[in-house]
T-cell receptor, first 114, second 115 residues
Framework: AQSVSQHNHHVILSEAASLELGCNYS??????LFWYVQYPGQHLQLLLK??????LVKGIKGFEAEFIKSKFSFNLRKPSVQWSDTAEYFC????????????FGKGTRLHILP | EAGVAQSPRYKIIEKRQSVAFWCNPI?????LYWYQQILGQGPKLLIQ????????DSQLPKDRFSAERLKGVDSTLKIQPAKLEDSAVYLC?????????????FGPGTRLLVL
């Protein structure tokens, strides 16, 4: 069965530090990939997504992610984090070309120290 | 544009009681999803509707969970009878139904505690 693995369950960084959150998926076919974010007290919302084309995807708030097909990875990065980036981040994959059903990873809770 | 609405926001019940959750998707969105998110885990799909038809309910515990979307707009999810392990956040999401990779928009969720 398809699955999504997020390596870090809890990450603590200081402001201005660089961020990389790991995400790997298990599926050999064509995929669409997503990062969703949930800020404290808010809804899950889309941060960025990859369909095809340039494997480096830019999202909102300075986030980017790189799709590396050979590694089945879609890691999320930000060069300099802010306190307001404190949130839970979920990687997700869509493997069915006919619909938009997605499978989520377990999430990474990011805490930024001011 | 109004987002996905859910109610109630919180619910506390005793085991073996029944409970129902309501969701109103974004206007015009054909696809509606119900997810269960247990503490420390990612959302797990319970059921997916396309208009008023079920597309996927393979992970819905059908002995106790039921869902409907009769007019292809809002939806209800019911648990009867509830078990302790049903304690979770129940998320509703909707999308335009245009196919693979379309963005899903999530509601605020209903936090259920079963005692």
């Amino acid at each position: 069965a398809q699955s999504v693995s997020q390596h870090n369950h809890h990450v603590i960084l200081s402001e201005a530090a660089s961020l990389e959150l790991g995400c790997n998926y298990s599926y050999g076919g064509t995929v669409n990939l997503f990062w969703y974010v949930q800020y404290p007290g808010q809804h899950l919302q889309l941060l960025l997504k990859y369909f095809s084309g340039d494997p480096l995807v830019k999202g909102i708030k300075g986030f980017e992610a790189e799709f590396i097909k050979s590694k089945f990875s879609f890691n999320l990065r930000k060069p300099s984090v802010q306190w307001s980036d404190t949130a839970e981040y979920f990687c997700a994959v869509n493997v069915n070309s006919r619909d938009d059903k997605i499978i989520f990873g377990k999430g990474t809770r990011l805490h930024i120290l001011p | 544009e109004a987002g996905v609405a859910q109610s109630p926001r919180y619910k506390i019940i005793e085991k073996r009681q029944s409970v129902a959750f309501w969701c109103n998707p974004i206007s015009g969105h054909a696809t509606l999803y119900w997810y269960q998110q247990i503490l420390g885990q990612g959302p797990k799909l319970l059921i997916q509707f396309q208009n008023n038809g079920v597309v996927d309910d393979s992970q819905l515990p059908k002995d106790r969970f039921s869902a409907e979307r009769l007019k292809g707009v809002d939806s209800t999810l019911k648990i009867q009878p509830a078990k302790l392990e049903d304690s979770a956040v129940y998320l509703c999401a909707s999308s335009g139904g245009g196919g693979a990779g379309e963005t899903q928009y999530f509601g605020p969720g209903t936090r259920l505690l079963v005692l």
